[in-house]
């Protein structure tokens, strides 16, 4: 059974940061892309950043580049999202999701596998 289980999200100040992780289990995880969403209430789910199954090469929202960064460790089966200078826009239930193509899609319905979801709030 494939369990992605994100952890990290909370409460901040704007401009303050957070780290997000998703541990996943039963998939082989170097053979996912991996990605980030989120949704705020009231809007559609959003891509906010993606990553190869080797980890060379990451996709970003244009609204978080320069301030997001996505990572990802197999050894591990998690990957990260580290998130600075965090804005109120910001704010939103942030997912993972895991894509079974080497390149992650900006689609939400292209993914296999999604976690539950961490709230992330920033406060202004």
């Known amino acids: 059974q494939v369990q992605l289980v994100e952890s990290g999200g909370g409460s901040v100040q704007a401009g303050g940061s957070l780290r997000l992780s998703c541990a996943a289990s039963g998939l082989t995880f170097g053979r996912y892309a991996m990605g980030w969403f989120r949704q705020a209430p009231g809007k559609e789910r959003e891509f906010v950043a993606g990553i190869t199954w080797s980890g060379a090469t990451t996709y970003y929202h244009d609204s978080v580049k320069g301030r997001f960064t996505i990572s990802r460790d197999n050894a591990k089966n998690t990957v990260y999202l580290q998130m600075r200078s965090l804005k109120p826009e910001d704010t939103a239930v942030y997912y993972c999701?895991?894509?079974?193509?080497?390149?992650?899609?900006?689609?939400?319905?292209?993914?296999?596998?999604w976690g539950q979801g961490t709230q992330v709030t920033v406060s202004s």
């Open positions: 999701a895991a894509d079974s193509i080497v390149v992650p899609s900006k689609t939400p319905t292209a993914y296999d596998y």
